[in-house]
């Protein structure tokens, strides 16, 4: 809430975390400048001048305003939203926590101020977060259906991590988001109650075009039409996210609990739709979603061949769509035009699926 000396009351920020939560309740107020600079801060990877440059103020004046921010949200109780680490300001795990919801704050106030200025034609927006694969298969024929029934309506459609697309939501950024957590996952970043509802299962299939005089040619048309057993792949060259992506560790761990040795990895690269374009090519297998398979051939007549995998030995995501939830009730908390595009993702999802 906007206070009329400027500041804002920390109670619209303690309504997005629980009841036992009670570290923001020692903050009264906090004044607006503080908050476009906690924003600004985080928004530039805690460059403190090019957030100053951003605001309008000089150097010293953006000092004071981080002395001060650190000052009202810290006590001997609870750290910081930010410290300073050689030259750059860092945000701390509290910092991370309110990020989003200073962001939507701010933003919302800022729409505010455009609106009484009359540079906003008072369009209703709602915010959906999502992955790149869905933004390009069933989330974007969502919104296109979306848009049919509500042209007066304007969406703003964001692909963070996940963990950042649940946050989000937590915090206010987001109305709507699509993930693949599990519900523990989703409950841990969101420190709040959520509103979770299951879609579909995205299977994972294998992918390939392989070359008439490759090596594993033989091996991969030799695979059987029914569901493909780990063992079964120990000859072929796959194509796999980074070492370090979660991604990637859940394969590794799958495989090896299957068969008790590695995969063989002749590429190591990020995101489905490029492991897609490596496997079209002929130089390796992709494991991927059913889901980045279906959306890679709409947008290319692509030359790809697949073979589901066993269930058992490498289990489907289940795709969710997550939300605020209404105290006490197990029902969204989000406005009737999120609610209508609610609806046009469930339908879509449906025939996805």
Not at 26 to 38: Q, R, Y
Not at 160 to 173: D, W
Not at 244 to 271: C, H, L, P, V, Y
Request: charged share 25%.
């Amino acid at each position: 809430m906007i206070l009329p000396d400027g500041s804002v009351s920390t109670k619209c920020l303690e309504g997005r975390f629980s009841k036992e939560d009670s570290r923001m309740k020692k903050i009264e107020h906090l004044p607006l400048d503080l908050l476009h600079t906690f924003a600004w801060i985080a928004k530039l990877d805690g460059d403190a001048a090019a957030a100053a440059e951003q605001l309008g103020i000089s150097q010293p004046s953006i000092s004071k305003r981080l002395t001060a921010l650190r000052r009202v949200t810290s006590d001997p109780d609870r750290e910081p939203w930010l410290i300073l680490k050689g030259r750059r300001w860092r945000l701390t795990s509290e910092g991370q926590r309110v990020r989003g919801i200073v962001a939507d704050l701010v933003k919302r106030y800022e729409q505010m101020e455009a609106f009484v200025a009359g540079n906003l034609q008072g369009k209703p927006v709602v915010s959906l977060a999502c992955g790149q694969q869905a933004a390009g298969g069933f989330v974007r024929i969502a919104i296109e259906q979306y848009l049919k029934a509500q042209p007066e309506c304007q969406v703003r459609l964001s692909t963070p991590r996940g963990k950042a697309r649940i946050e989000g939501v937590s915090g206010g950024q987001f109305d709507l988001a699509i993930v693949t957590d599990s519900p523990a996952t989703i409950q841990k970043h969101a420190r709040r109650e959520m509103y979770v509802e299951d879609l579909f299962e995205d299977r994972f299939v294998l992918a390939a075009n392989p070359h008439k005089k490759s090596s594993w040619h033989s091996v991969w048309h030799s695979l059987p039409e029914r569901p493909v057993r780990a063992k079964e792949l120990l000859e072929l060259p796959f194509i796999l996210p980074e070492a370090d992506a979660s991604r990637r560790r859940q394969f590794d761990e799958w495989f090896f609990k299957a068969t008790g040795k590695t995969m063989n990895i002749t590429i190591e690269t990020g995101g489905w739709q490029t492991i897609l374009n490596f496997a079209e090519a002929g130089l390796g297998v992709g494991l991927v979603t059913a889901s980045s398979v279906e959306t890679f051939r709409i947008q290319r007549n692509c030359k790809l061949t697949t073979r589901p995998l066993d269930p058992i030995e490498f289990p489907p995501d289940a795709v969710r769509l997550i939300a605020r939830k209404l105290h006490g009730q197990d029902v969204p908390d989000i406005t009737a035009i999120a609610s209508e595009l609610r609806t046009a993702i469930i339908d879509s999802s449906i025939n996805h699926a």
